[in-house]
């Protein structure tokens, strides 16, 4: 009998066949229903609902105890074993994935179709959310999300800490057409939300962002990974003021963000900005950003929103209390087609807030090996620094030197860019701005 390393007891195997009749959870007698699988489950780290799509029927919206994991025979699933490592499940990977639709499950203040507990696992399902958010989850430890297909929901994953939401792993879903975000992790009322990784995911034609991650009112981000992942054909209506980015994570009220990777991921057909990550809101008093990594990212044709930025990569401080983006690294990124822009930092702000204003900061250590393939007269490396007025902004890059107001670029500094990247473009600052204050316009 295979046993579980983390506990050396044995697996416990909860068997459903859906459409079957009664059943006690045998191989040979498997419960119909997904819920009498789980209401059978006890939390011990050691119970598996697994699931065989039977007659195809419907699975209703469901909470996942905590310790349980719920898989289905669609991919292959693999298994730790203390015996034999880690084996495949037998019968998995057929890959007849079952569906769930119909009622919602509730976690905290999220309702969706599936409700994480701690440490527990969604895998191998077809998800119809038909506009209720697919799967949720409120301050949970070690969730793992992973090989599932997310189809119309309000946002495809959800997960919010308004506690501490630690060790989250998303991988390889697909998520489509979600009214509002493919994922979004929130961070709220002094919450936290670390060790977190979103890896493979294939990501379309979401309305507003891709994958939104934020911290506000005193929250907190660390040790965040998005790399691999597959994000496209993410359009806001025109008539909508919410923008669109591929990649947005933000923080705002004195909510700070420390290690966060961004890399390998492929970005395409985005309204707004490709890859968008700063300080956003006032007031800004507290709030802190460190140790950003934005390495081998492929992102083309951005910018089909007028009304938005618009470029490749953006890195935003758009506060009023010079506050510090620091330890910044942006790394052999390829960008193509990208309307305002190819790269671009940007300490606008904004027009509600009294003059003179202290701009923000930003301090990269490594700026090498990105390749824009711009037309037209797009900026390529944009330095976006004043604004009604602001009096401080700086972009200071080590072992090159120093932007700051006012235009023109220092010509050293442009040609040290210039020479360890390959730019199309121009390096430029600007002092023109969209409608809301924030962006350069062609």
């Known amino acids: 009998m295979a046993r579980n390393p983390e506990t050396g007891q044995p697996w416990i195997f909860q068997h459903v066949t859906l459409g079957a009749v009664g059943g006690d959870g045998n191989f040979e007698n498997p419960f119909g229903t997904v819920q009498a699988a789980l209401n059978a489950a006890a939390s011990d780290g050691n119970h598996i609902a697994y699931v065989d799509i039977g007659n195809n029927a419907d699975i209703p919206g469901f909470s996942i105890p905590d310790r349980v994991q719920v898989l289905s025979r669609g991919p292959v699933q693999p298994l730790d074993t203390i015996q034999f490592d880690n084996i495949q499940i037998p019968l998995s990977g057929t890959g007849q994935f079952p569906t769930i639709r119909g009622t919602t499950a509730t976690n905290g203040a999220l309702n969706g179709l599936v409700s994480l507990g701690d440490r527990s696992t969604l895998s191998g399902f077809e998800i119809q959310a038909n506009g209720s958010n697919g799967v949720v989850g409120n301050d949970v ?138 300080v956003r809101h006032i007031p800004t008093i507290g709030s802190h950003i460190s140790n950003v990594v ?83 007269n797009g900026v390529d490396l944009g330095f976006f620094l004043g604004n009604n007025p602001v009096t401080g902004a700086s972009v200071e890059f080590s072992g090159i030197g120093t932007v700051q107001p006012p235009p023109p670029v220092n010509p050293v500094v442009s040609a040290a860019i210039q020479a360890s990247n390959n730019f199309a473009g121009t390096i430029t600052q600007r002092t023109s701005t969209n409608r809301n204050g924030v962006c350069p316009m062609p």
Request: glycine letters at 10%; hydrophobic letters at 40%.
């Open 141 to 278: 430890v070690d969730a793992i999300v992973r090989d599932n297909r997310i189809f119309n929901a309000d946002r495809g994953i959800y997960i919010q800490g308004d506690g501490v939401t630690s060790g989250a792993m998303l991988l390889r879903n697909t998520i489509n057409g979600a009214a509002q975000q493919g994922i979004l992790f929130e961070a709220i009322n002094g919450g936290a939300i670390a060790n977190t990784v979103i890896n493979s995911n294939i990501i379309s034609n979401s309305t507003v962002d891709g994958i939104r991650i934020t911290a506000a009112d005193n929250s907190a981000l660390t040790n965040i990974a998005v790399s691999r992942n597959t994000i496209q054909n993410v359009l806001n209506p025109a008539a909508t003021l919410e923008f669109a980015d591929g990649i947005d994570i933000f923080v705002s009220s004195g909510s700070t963000a420390e290690n966060i990777t961004i890399s390998e991921n492929i970005i395409d057909n985005v309204a707004d900005d490709g890859i968008n990550i700063g």
């Open 294 to 376: 934005i390495s081998n990212n492929q992102i083309s044709n951005i910018g089909s929103d007028t009304y938005a930025c618009g470029t490749g990569i953006e890195v935003f401080n758009n506060g009023s209390d010079a506050v510090v983006i620091e330890g910044i690294s942006i790394t052999n990124n390829t960008i193509s087609n990208a309307r305002h822009g190819s790269i671009l930092f940007d300490s606008t702000n904004v027009s509600n807030v009294p003059a003179p204003n202290p701009g923000g900061i930003f301090r990269v250590t490594n700026f090498t090996g990105n390749t824009s393939i711009n037309p037209g």
